[in-house]
Structure formats: structure tokens, C-alpha cells
């Protein structure tokens, strides 16, 4: 950087910094490549803007989207944000088990330099920005309705919070089309990362994205916290929450300590980067083994956020799909907090290789054990919940039982992993490889698709495809398999982690059958996307207005599908455990409530939109030393903040009159529902009325 | 449905399958799982031990599993139905208690182990410990054998039932030194030291690597370890030290550019204390950092 570039215009951004200038001015296999991704994204954003425009869908997309702050449609763009994500992060999966599956001693068709671009944003966008933003939607969708809550504390925050993690993903899709993206992977560790060794945009683009989402997290956390403890029903003690409340519960607290850590080690990374500070270089004083603390201590409780909110999705389809209450219910709740706890006590396993010597080490790595006994526990009482009720193998029950089955081989491989004499042998290998993946996919990916299809007829208020909903459970399935098990073996075989090139031929048999498995696991997101094209196109045989599909449990299955944006007519007594399920039982479901009240609901906001896109320039004017763009969008972000201070009419309210005229009128369509059997719940009799079992 | 319920049981069966290839093609294999010494046999042992114990904990839900969604399933007159059963106190022992019991005993076995395999522990043996220095760079090996005053890069030469003692260090980004092997692994940091005592136990070729990745030619930083015998070792340092040129702080310059190199190199003599100065370059001079109390 040279103090003329600096401070011009575009910083140091140049034409040659565009990738498709880039490709044309150097041709070859892996720049045409490139540019092909950029060239897609840019023809997709190009094909919404015109479908838009074409449809005149603007209006409603400002009015009802993207300046909303109800909580269920800010779950829905989250979920959205994590499905364009998803699609990118698993093509460059594919691409990388492609370039390793014909890489035995022959180069491929990927340079070393795209190829580390490609496993850092696979990893980056597949941990903040897919499985992150799908956790949060899901508990922004299902949590405030689970507790019988109108919204979440602070609606505004969290449509901040959203915007926020758009911006990080939005910068992530920016770097495709201008400059590189980091080669550090997706924990960036330095000196590696720092401007000695990685000189140019890269690592920035994934500092700015990784800060922006964490703080988003952050407040994510807090607010999600805050609801949970203030804004239950009256009678839903802790004690009858949901087990997915619960799991949410403990994701939030993860998430107010967790962040903060990754957020604090970004900006410390930037510091270094910019500023010519030393924290984590190899001279001077600084010392990257504080890095990799600081990144672990977020990043191993950031496991946990991921995969208990999956845990609580997994014990409501369990529960529901089994027609049956959740066996061992406080049992469940002292294991996932106890989770929580023990998540903060073991970060150090990620570098048992660092040379800290066996005390250390042993104490790490019997914590780290100790959080199977929880988990294991968790696994049988999901088996449990099973005894004596009536399966359904449904979409989402499938995804659930094959979690089951998949999840306690990552469980065993993941106890080997934490003894630190095997770690020695298996670290920085595909064995590790395999695990992560191995808890990651049937454990977050899982969960997450089986409440997707769960809830998915509460939220748009028809039920999805049941049997391209197999299709692709089994795809999913049998692609992980076939993907992932030869990586353990390969790993034992000596293979290591993030290799472009391959000089062994005994790997050779074992990458192709994985790269079959990444184009099975491709083919089950495709499928995923045909099953939401056919279930729209037959959404009218496959409407649920009574809102009750599959004999739910708790609050959220007895409003309307979709539910109104106030979410509840009159907010419901809870009287115990499976509090909708109670309510069924003595018959008082679908009854007029005996008087109506005006609602308050929040209105919306440009806020937070103007949050967001400021958020944009200014992780992207950091990255190109844009510095006027810097201050400038610094300032449109506070400024939102403190104009907004001055706003005093921030709510609407909704009067009794309308809500009694909506409500009845709901209730009157319900009543004339006939009720569904279990037996034919998939068929088009299930309007959403459940028979009740007595 | 029934289709459904198979499932599990065709998993375990391709587990099954998978296992056996497994250990055929592994067998054969440069991985720890293939030990051609003392600690990565240890290692082996560890891993086969905890999965083995790991077993009992996860074998029932594999059995389970298929049997309780056969026999519960929706339509069925086998299984009796009690929505409203929630609790078992005999049933609760034994999942907190089974679990509970495993983590002890592999607790009690992964805090002896992690003593015996200590990395930095010396290894028992009746033969005198080779002392090598290890220095990470981008994208080589080099190592200088102190009491030989040799250096070789990107090829390592070790006596064949003789403990090798290695303290490493970096001279660049931090790397993971590796002989898949021979045992496991440990980081190199700059400005600092770590150790590895590893041991093959008969003359062979072993492959060894980086296994952190560092960059562009990450997937080249490879070298080939030799285990020979004490006199072709002694033979192979005198005639290094008598045709091979001195790495001196010019040829160091060159070696510490980023580079692949096209075969490995090697130098007959090593400028006095070029391990502690590597050390001392990110230090400011001061030896205020020492991994084992040690003199650097």
C-alpha cells in the first residue's frame, strides 16, 4: 500500500482486482472457473432484479420484508440467507473433492491459490453464514411462538442482528467477482494470516465478514436470552418450556460469551494488519498461540450453538412424530446445560499439538470426554421418546433417526479426537476432517432441514412434498456416507487437511468414492429445491389453514399456519408440559377466547436495512482502503442508531374489533375442518385439524 | 415403511464391509495406522482400545434403534402405546450410569497415556539419543544434526533402533512437523522450541510432511526419512561433511526464501549456533523463551 493509493478514490482497488479482468488478462482452468461462480452470481442477482421489477414485487419486498421486525420474518430471512449460502458452499465442496479425487500426483485444474480460497469461504460461509443464520431463523421463527410470546424482546435489535449477517454474507459474495478471499481457512490462524505472509485483501474480506456476523451474534444472543427469561406466557414456567426453548436458552447464553472472543481476535488481527500492531506476529512480541486461544474459546462453544438448537429440533420432531410426550424430560434439560457448561472447558483440544505439555493436556481432553456422557444421555432419551408411541417415518422423523444412527459415530471418532496422544497422530488429517463433518452434518444440517420440513407448513401454511422430501433425506444420507468415510480412512492412512495435490496412488480409489458422495450430497440440496418448486406449485391441495399438520405439542401448532403477525389472539395459560397437546385433551382447543384486547405490535423500520448496506461499504471500503467510504458509512451506521433514539412513535396498535373479526373467522374455518388421522396425514385430507387421541 | 426400518441395519453392514477394506488397504499404508516404531504403535493401541470401549456405549442404539421404530410404528398392534410415558428410574441409571462409567475408565487411561506419549518424553531405549534440530521454512525441512554438524534439507537421516530426540522451531508462520509412521505430530512456532522424540525401530523409508497448512506449496513440503544403520549413518555424516558445501548464513538467505525445492539438499558443515539464532531473529536477541528450561 503506497499513501498516494490510499487515499484516491477507490483505495487500492484496480480493474485487475475485478475477477472476470482477472481471467481474461490470464486465462487458465482455474480462473475460468472463478469467473464462472462470479459470473453466476452476478446473472442471479441480475435475474431477481428483473423478476422483481417484472412482477413489481419491490413495494412488497421493502414493505413487508426487508423493513419488517416480526420475528417470523426475520427467521425467514435468515433461513433464506442460509439457503443461497448453502448452495454456494456445497458447489465448492463438490469442486474440492473433484480437484483431490484427480489430483494424485497431476496438479488438477485448481491452482493452489484458488484452491485455498475455496476450502476458506467453504468453511467460513458453511459455519457463519449457513449454519449460523439457519440456526437463528429457526429459533427467531419457533421460539417466541413456543413460549407463547407476541414477539422477541427487542424486535429492532434483531432485524439489526439480521442485517448484520447479510452484510458479513454479502461481503463473502462480493470477494467471488472483486479480489481473493483469505487462504487461511476458516480459522485464519496467523502469522500465516498476517500482512507479512498474506499481503493483499484476502484475509480482510474474511475479517470484516467474520466481525460483522459475530457481532450480530452477539446481540442475536442477548436479545433471544432476554426474551426467553421475560417473555413467557403467563404459567409457562421454565420447567413446561419446549425442549427446543430450552436448547435455544442455552445457545443464547453460548452466544453472549462465545462471540466475543472471535470478535475481540478479528479485530486484534486487524489491528496487526492495519495498524502495525503485534499481537499475534512472529516478532516483536507478538505471540500467535494467544490467537489460536481466543479464536477456540469462542470456536468450541460455537459447536455447541450450532448443534443445540439441532438437539432441541430433534427432540420436538422425535416427540411429535412418535405421538408421544418426550421421555426424560429433565434429564434432557441438566444434560444440554450441562453441554453448555462443560463447551467452555475444553477449547484447548483444537491444539493439543502446540506443546503445552501432558498436564494440560490431559485435563482438556478428559473435559472434553466428559461432555459424552450429556450427550449420550441425550441420544437414548431420544430412543426413548420412541418407546411405546406410534412412528411415523415422515421427512423430517428420517433426517431425525439417521442423525441418531450417524451422529454417535462422530460421537466415538470425536472421543478418540480427544485423547491427546491419538489427536498427535490425527490432527490437521482427513480423519479430522471426517469428524467435523460427522457432527456437523447429520447433527446442525439435519436438524435443521428436518425442522425446516417441520415447521415449514406453520410458516407458509401448506405442507411440503413428502416424497421428494425422501428423495432427498436419502441422498443426503447416502452422500454423507459415501462422502465422509473415506476421509477417516484416509486420514489414517496419513492424509492431511487442505492439500491440493496428492503424491500417494493408495488415496486414489478412496477420493473418487468421496467425490461420488459430494455429488450425492449435491444432489440432495437439488432435490431439497425441486421439493419447495412442486410443493408451491400444488400448494393449493396442500393447505393446512386449521394449522395443526402433524398433532403438535406445543403453543406454536394453535394459531393459524401461517400465524397472524401478532402471533397469538389472546396470549394462552399454560398449564404444564406440551402445553397445545394439554389443551387438545380437555377439549379446549379451537375455543372463542372470552374477551379480546387492542395489540400492540411494533411498526417497521428502515433501521435496520440502513444498518445493513452501510455495514456493506464499510467492511468493503476496509478491505480497499476506500478510506472517505470508511467514515462515511461509520457515520451512516451510528447516525441510523441515534436518529432512531429520536423516533418516538415506534409502535401500531391493532384493535380488539380486528383481531376478534380475524380470530373468529379463523375459528370458524378450523371448525369446520374435519379432523386428520395420523394414517393420512401426508395426503390432502390434513387441512391442519388433528384427531385427537384420547 | 419397511424399507425405512432396514436402513440402519444396511448402514452397519456397509460399516462392516468398509471396516475390513479398511484395515486391508491400511495395513499397507503410510499412516500411524501402519506403525514402523514404538510410539505410533502406542498410538495405534490407544485408538483401537477406545473404540473398542467406545463400542459398548453405541452398539445398543445400532440394535435398538431398527427394533423400537419396527416395533413402534404407527399401525401396529405388537407394541403397547403410552403417550404419556415419560420416566424410568432404572432405565435413568443406566444411560446417565453407562456412559458415565465409560468416560471414567477411558479418563483414567487417557491421563496415563497422555504421560506415556508424552511427546517431549525421552524414550526408553539402551541405544544414546540422536539429537536433531529441525527447522520449519517455507516449503522445506531442514535439519541439522548438532553432534554430526551436518544439515540436510527435505531429507531426514536417522539411526534405526535409535531414539531421536527433535527440537524444532520456525522460521516462518507456524507448521506441524510429522512422520506418519514413526508417531505423531507437533507444532513449530517461531521464537520458540518444542520437542519430539520418535523411534523406527527397523532401516526403512518413511514419508514425513508439514501438516499445517502454510501456503502455495503447502502440498510439496514433503521430505523422506531415512532409517539406516549406525555405520551407513556414520559413513553418510563424514563423507556430508567432507563433499558437501557449508550453510553458512548466504546459503541460509537462500533457503529461507519461499521456495519448493526440486530435490533435497545438503551441507557439510552448519555456522555455529544457527538453530538458537533462527530463534533469536524473532526474540530481539533475547532467549526469554524456553519450552523446556533448557539452554537454548
Known sequence: MTAESSFSLLGILTAQDISFVHTFEHPGMSEFIDASAGGVMVMGGIIVIALLTYYRGWHALWCDWLTSVDHKKVGIMYVVVAFVMLARAIIEGVLMRYQQSIAVNDPGILSPDHFGQLFSTHGSIMIFFVAMPFVTGMMNYIMPQQIGARDVSFPLLNAISLWLTAAGAALVMISLVVGKFSTGGWTAYPPYTGIEFSPGEGVDYWIWSISLASIGSTLTGLNFATTIYKNRAPGMTLFRMPLFCWTSLCTSVLMIFAMAPLTIATLMLALDRYAGFHFFTNDLGGNMMNYANLFWLFGHPEVYILILPAFGVFSEVISTFSGKTIYGYKSLVIATMSIAVLSFTVWLHHFFTMGQGANVNAIFGIATMLIGVPTGVKVYDWLLTMVRGRIRLTTAMLFSVMFLVTFVIGGLTGVVLANPPVDFAVHNSLFLVAHFHNMVIPGVLFGMIAGYQFWFPKAFGFRLAERWGKVSFWCWSFGFYLTFMPLYVLGLMGAMRRTVEWFRPEYLGWLQVSFVGALLLFSGFLFLCVQLVVSIRQRDQRRVPAGDPWDGRSLEWSNSSPPPEYNFAVIPDVTGQDAFTRIKQQGQAYASPIAYEDIVVPKNSIVAPVIGIAAIMFGFALVWHIWWLVVFSFVCMWGAVIARSFVTETERVIPASKVRADNEAWLQQVRECATTPREQENTSVNVGRAEVLT | ?296
Open chain 2, 1 to 296: 415403511m419397511r424399507r425405512n426400518q432396514e436402513v440402519p441395519k444396511i448402514l452397519m453392514r456397509s460399516a462392516g464391509v468398509l471396516l475390513l477394506l479398511t484395515s486391508s488397504v491400511v495395513a499397507a499404508s503410510d499412516g500411524f495406522i501402519n506403525p514402523a516404531g514404538p510410539v505410533a504403535e502406542a498410538l495405534r493401541d490407544h485408538l483401537i482400545f477406545i473404540v473398542v470401549v467406545m463400542a459398548i456405549v453405541i452398539a445398543p442404539l445400532f440394535i435398538a434403534l431398527p427394533w423400537v421404530l419396527w416395533r413402534y410404528r404407527l399401525g401396529t398392534k405388537s407394541g403397547s402405546y403410552q403417550p404419556n410415558w415419560e420416566f424410568s428410574w432404572p432405565l435413568e441409571v443406566l444411560i446417565w450410569g453407562v456412559p458415565a462409567v465409560i468416560v471414567g475408565v477411558l479418563s483414567w487411561n487417557l491421563w496415563h497415556q497422555s504421560y506415556e506419549l508424552d511427546p517431549y518424553k525421552p524414550l526408553a531405549a539402551t541405544e544414546a539419543t540422536l539429537e536433531v534440530q529441525a527447522i520449519a521454512l517455507d516449503w522445506k525441512w531442514v535439519f541439522i544434526y548438532p553432534e554430526q554438524d551436518v544439515a540436510s534439507v527435505n531429507e531426514l537421516m536417522i539411526v534405526a533402533g535409535r531414539p531421536v530426540r527433535f527440537r524444532l522451531t520456525s522460521g516462518t508462520v507456524m507448521q506441524s512437523f510429522m512422520i506418519p509412521r514413526l508417531g505423531g505430530q507437533i507444532y513449530t512456532m517461531a521464537g520458540m522450541v518444542t520437542q519430539l522424540n520418535l523411534l523406527a525401530s527397523e532401516p526403512g523409508q518413511f514419508r514425513g510432511l508439514n501438516t499445517q497448512y502454510n501456503g502455495m506449496g503447502f502440498a510439496n513440503q514433503k521430505f523422506m526419512t531415512h532409517a539406516v544403520s549406525q555405520a551407513d549413518f556414520d559413513t553418510w555424516a563424514v563423507n556430508m561433511s567432507e563433499s558437501k558445501p557449508p550453510l553458512n548464513q548466504t546459503a541460509w538467505a537462500q533457503l529461507a526464501k519461499p521456495s519448493v525445492l526440486a530435490s533435497p539438499q545438503s551441507f557439510g558443515s552448519v555456522a555455529e549456533g544457527l538453530f538458537t539464532g533462527v530463534i533469536a531473529d524473532f526474540t530481539g536477541g533475547y532467549h526469554h523463551i524456553k519450552a523446556d528450561g533448557t539452554d537454548l
